[in-house]
C-alpha cells in the first residue's frame, strides 16, 4: 500500500476513482461466479461514474474514501434509511454497502479503518442498526463482519446481471 492510510468524504471529482476501484474490486473477488455477460451487465448498471456521481449527489448517501500516498486504495458508503430495514425490527437501521478495497491492498487494516468509520458514523446519525448483505460464499467477509459483532438475520437474493446470488443479510446493533 506504501504511506499513512487517510480517510476523507468523497466528493463529487471523486467519481470516476470510485468507479474504477469498485469494478476492480468486484471482478478480483467476484468475477469468477458469473457468466461474462452477467458480470458485464451488471458493471455497465452499477459501477459506472454516472452512478457513484448521483449517489454523492444524494443526502442520503455517505461515501468515505481510504487514500494512501495520494491513491485511492478502499471506500465505503451508508445509506440511510436501510434497504434491508423490513428484516428486522429495528427502528433506524442503517446500510452499509460496497466496503471494497483495492484488491493489492487486502490485510493491510483498510477494511477496518472504513468499518470504524462507518460505525461511528451510524452512532452520530442515531442508528440502533447497521445493516449489510454478503455473498453466501464470501467466508472472508462473513468473518470480519463476525469480528465486528455482524449477525445472520435474513436470506437475501442479490442480481448480477441474470443470476440471482444467494447472499446473507447481516446486522449489527448499536
Same mark, same amino acid.
Given at each position: 500500500m506504501g504511506g499513512r492510510l487517510t480517510l476523507r468524504r468523497a466528493r463529487s471529482d471523486d467519481a470516476a476513482a470510485l468507479a474504477a476501484l469498485a469494478r476492480d474490486s468486484f471482478v478480483a473477488a467476484f468475477g469468477h461466479a458469473y457468466r461474462p455477460e452477467d458480470l458485464a451487465a451488471f458493471l455497465a448498471e452499477y459501477k459506472t461514474v454516472e452512478r457513484y456521481r448521483q449517489s454523492l449527489a444524494?443526502?442520503?448517501?455517505?461515501?468515505?474514501?481510504?487514500?494512501? !500516498?495520494g491513491a485511492l486504495v478502499g471506500f465505503c458508503q451508508i445509506h440511510l434509511p436501510s434497504e434491508f430495514a423490513a428484516e428486522s425490527d429495528a427502528s433506524r437501521p442503517v446500510a452499509l454497502q460496497q466496503l471494497y478495497c483495492a484488491p493489492? !491492498?487486502?490485510?493491510q487494516g483498510i477494511g477496518g479503518a472504513l468499518m470504524d468509520w462507518a460505525l461511528a458514523q451510524a452512532r452520530a446519525l442515531a442508528c440502533d442498526a447497521v445493516q449489510l448483505s454478503v455473498w453466501s460464499e464470501n467466508h472472508a467477509a462473513q468473518r470480519f463482519y463476525a469480528r465486528y459483532g455482524f449477525s445472520k438475520i435474513a436470506d437475501i437474493g442479490f442480481m448480477v446481471g441474470s443470476q440471482c446470488d444467494k447472499e446473507f443479510c447481516l446486522e449489527l446493533r448499536l
Open positions: 444524494r443526502p442520503d448517501i455517505h461515501i468515505q474514501l481510504a487514500e494512501a !500516498a493489492e !491492498a487486502t490485510g
